[in-house]
């Protein structure tokens, strides 16, 4: 298992972020099979916020505990080892070991789905889950959102399982205590108290994700990975995800989940539709301080500044302007660009918003429709569908259009802007909607032609 991705690596402060892994070495069993669609039998509780006074855990503890399970990960390893001299002549031999890291996850369906963490099942050979009485199941992934970093998971054969409510995420309060719910270190079924710090905290200055956190103080450590974070009613209002830490890996004050309506909106559409519908307002700008604020010389010092606006979308077709600071989306206050990514990620394409702005010291309410991102990245490829022209220009029948190339393997190879991308291990491509049904880590064969109509294939190992 990685358990720990792009923010292990960089100082917050004194701390560091890394994400919750823990590693042995131990083999367990799974069946990968491709995605089914099914019908959800889930509940949701539409108000998260815990009016009881009394700071006693045990419901909640009790209606959680045997809905978190345990996520062993075995992947596969080559031992790097230098050559001999006689592994020119007779090729070299690379031993195998089995890597297993751990983790945990939510089980939020009485039928068997799980939520968990994209980094506690990435690289996976086999998967196998452990409830909380100690029986053991296969699973199957179902579907992944790396940027968001959750994984939807399927427990194989007909149950009927103890399972987590979603609540609003949006509903929670600063000061709100909540519960963390996990298998830390091996631990089974442990249970951790703390408050809810800050809400849409993001760590856009150390990445480009610009992702949403539950801000708490609620104690968690390797393992806890995918856990829940719940409210005192016991209810879901989040998936643990990330620490700071001293390097060392351990918990030093802070941890932070996926907002439950985020992970609940990923789930649904990688369930119903096989991927996550991204939907778009079509702005591009900053979040407003006062010093920002000084320069542009406007007053608001909160809310997000319109730097510019995307041709086509829906922000730009309902009249939304440069120079527009946007303070609040339908009940959702806009404070900053978190908080504009957080409560649009629990949207789908085709929904209509109520955005609220400032312009020239005037509050307008504006409805706009949301759309459908019209880029995906994949294999470090960004792709967009092609027009019916477009692939006339080509001479082609199917294929998307490559954008842009990061995947170093594939550019050393020619592939670059412009190019199209016709077939993913030997299945033609049609829309980018094809890819993202099509698993990256399967990847053995790629299909390119560039812009004189010649057809590139490479085969991977």
Do not use: C
Request: aromatic share 10%; charged share 20%; proline share 2%.
């Amino acid at each position: 298992m990685k358990s720990l991705f792009k923010y292990s690596a960089v100082a917050l402060g004194a701390a560091f972020l890394t994400l919750l892994g823990y590693h042995i070495t131990h083999e367990q069993t799974v069946v990968y099979k491709p995605l089914q669609p099914n019908t959800i039998n889930t509940n949701f509780t539409p108000n998260t916020t815990t009016k009881a006074i009394s700071t006693d855990f045990t419901t909640a503890a009790e209606k959680t505990i045997d809905a978190v399970v345990h996520i062993i990960n075995t992947s596969i390893e080559t031992e790097q080892r230098s050559r001999n001299f006689m592994e020119y002549f007779y090729g070299r031999s690379s031993p195998e070991y089995p890597r297993v890291g751990m983790g945990s996850g939510v089980i939020v369906s009485s039928d068997g789905y799980i939520i968990t963490n994209n980094h506690v099942v990435e690289g996976a050979t086999t998967l196998e889950i452990t409830t909380n009485n100690n029986k053991k199941y296969e699973v199957e992934v179902i579907g992944k959102d790396k940027n968001a970093d959750i994984a939807v998971l399927k427990i194989k054969g007909d149950y009927n399982f103890p399972y987590v409510r979603f609540a609003n995420s949006d509903n929670t309060r600063i000061g709100e205590w909540v519960l963390a719910v996990g298998n830390p270190y091996n631990l089974n079924s442990t249970v951790t108290a703390g408050i809810i710090s800050a809400k849409s905290r993001d760590f856009s200055d150390y990445d480009n994700k610009n992702q949403s956190f539950i801000q708490t103080d609620a104690a968690v450590n390797s393992g806890n990975s995918g856990g829940a974070l719940v409210n005192l009613n016991g209810d879901l209002i989040g998936i643990n995800t990330a620490i700071t830490t001293n390097g060392m890996g351990t918990f030093i004050g802070y941890s932070f989940a996926v907002p439950s309506n985020i992970a609940r909106k990923i789930f649904e559409d990688i369930v119903e539709y096989g991927n996550v519908q991204k939907a778009l307002l079509g702005v591009n700008g900053n979040g407003l301080n006062a010093s920002f604020a000084e320069e542009l010389g406007i007053q608001e010092t909160e809310g997000f500044y319109v730097a510019g606006l995307e041709i086509g979308m829906g922000a730009q077709e309902a009249g939304i302007k440069k120079g527009d600071v946007i303070i609040r989306i339908d009940d959702a206050l806009i404070r900053k660009f978190s908080d504009l990514t957080g409560y649009l990620g629990s949207k789908r394409p085709e929904d209509i918003v109520d955005v609220t702005v400032f312009r020239e010291g005037e509050k307008l309410l504006i409805p706009v429709k949301l759309k459908r991102t019209p880029f995906i990245n994949y294999y470090g490829m960004r792709l967009r569908d092609m027009s019916n022209k477009e692939l006339e220009n080509y001479k082609i029948k199917s294929g998307v259009y490559i954008s842009g190339v990061q995947n170093r393997r594939l550019s050393i190879r020619g592939i670059k802007k412009g190019h199209l991308l016709i077939s993913v291990n030997g299945e033609s491509i049609s829309s980018k909607d094809d890819v993202l049904a099509l698993n990256e880590e399967s990847i053995n064969e790629l299909e390119f032609m560039n812009t004189n109509g010649e057809k590139m294939r490479f085969i991977f190992e």
